[in-house]
């Protein structure tokens, strides 16, 4: 496993004569040891120094994430929703003759009525 190095550094001056953006400390995370090919990334106060990956790692994920991705295409472009429900799970939609209302499906019965404080309320209970 590689080891990492870290850092700490106090405030440094910048050329304008501020200090840093976070005016506390910087941290530097970076391997040990030489690294021929580097990426680096700041954010803040804190730069990472990572070694690149291998050109043939970089290709087998990318051909991971595309055959991810004509998978998961295939269920996005067809349209709907598919619920998944049991015989007592009770559906609402809507009421087309009243705005102000819903309906409830439940076991093959519709029954109009409305939502009072978080419950279904049906018409001939209110």
């Known amino acids: 496993m590689d080891t990492m190095a870290t850092s ?13 953006r ?7 995370i ?8 580097g990426t680096t990334v700041r954010f803040g106060g804190v730069t990472v120094v990572a070694p690149k ?3 043939s790692a970089v290709k087998k994920q990318l051909a991971a994430g595309k055959r991810a991705v004509s998978q ?3 269920v996005l472009v067809s349209p ?4 998944q429900k049991t015989p007592d799970t009770p559906i609402f939609r809507a009421d087309p003759r009243d705005a102000s209302l819903v309906v409830r499906v439940l ?8 939502f009072i404080q978080g419950q279904f309320v049906p018409l001939t209970e209110q």
């Not at 700490?8 to 840093?20: D, F, H, L, M, N």
């Not at 076991?107 to 409305?114: A, F, H, P």
């Open 8 to 20: 700490i550094k106090s405030p440094k001056k910048r050329a304008a004569g501020g200090v840093q």
């Open 22 to 28: 976070d005016g506390r400390f910087s941290m530097t």
């Open 30 to 37: 970076e391997p040990q040891g030489q690294v021929v090919r």
């Open 53 to 55: 990956p291998e050109e």
């Open 72 to 74: 998961l295409k295939k």
């Open 80 to 83: 709907g929703v598919r619920l």
């Open 107 to 114: 076991n093959g019965r519709s029954v109009r009525g409305r």
